[in-house]
């Protein structure tokens, strides 16, 4: 099923509330973003075992913060730097439409088609029992897929497009597994930052 919003959606679905916004930065701020954020994070390619084989994480990642708390996935142990002054204006705009204070955000650099996220859920102890993920998308649109764990007919996507914000509530965290797929399309870099409250 293909859900799509010319600006704002609301998605109740089971177990699970999504907010899509298309157009939460205009192209000139997005455009502006994407390139400081591309010239500026202290981007890292860490290495990810998987059935015993290491390989390269498929994408470039950071993580920036107001702590030092570290933050773990996948067998992965990211050390936050202390957040940029485009990063804290982002984290105000998105906390102001919200209404909810994140503490930490995850960024991630897809620079092609092979450049993907596999099936996952970010449900981290760190984060709480029903985290509030907030995700906003620079670059290249990118089909984000979501399936219920248990129920086989909801499976969605969203096309997260070029200063577009989804967020992610309630038990969705526990119940849906999401991903952003390889793509044999030529396809431009993009970036994605998801904030998260880190307790």
Do not use: C
């Amino acid at each position: 099923m293909d859900l799509f919003s010319n600006e704002k959606t609301i998605l109740k679905l089971p177990n699970a509330e999504l907010i899509y916004i298309s157009n939460f930065y205009n192209t000139e701020k997005a455009n502006h973003y994407f390139e400081v954020l591309k010239n500026t994070i202290k981007w890292q390619q860490d290495d990810i075992t998987i059935f015993g084989k290491t390989y390269k994480q498929p994408r470039l990642t950071a993580l920036y913060a107001d702590n030092n708390k570290p933050y773990s996935y996948s067998n992965i142990v990211m050390k936050p730097h202390r957040f940029t002054e485009e990063l804290l204006t982002i984290k105000s705009d998105i906390e102001s439409e919200v209404q909810h204070k994140f503490t930490s955000v995850l960024l991630n650099l897809y620079r092609n088609g092979n450049d993907s996220n596999g099936w996952h859920a970010d449900n981290e102890k760190a984060l709480g029992s029903n985290p509030v993920i907030a995700s906003v998308s620079f670059g290249a649109t990118r089909p984000f897929h979501f399936k219920h764990r248990t129920i086989k007919d909801e499976r969605h996507k969203i096309p997260l497009e070029h200063g577009s914000l989804l967020l992610m509530k309630d038990e969705m965290q526990h119940f849906w597994l999401h991903q952003i797929a390889k793509t044999k399309t030529v396809i431009d870099e993009r970036i994605n930052l998801t904030f998260r409250t880190l307790i």
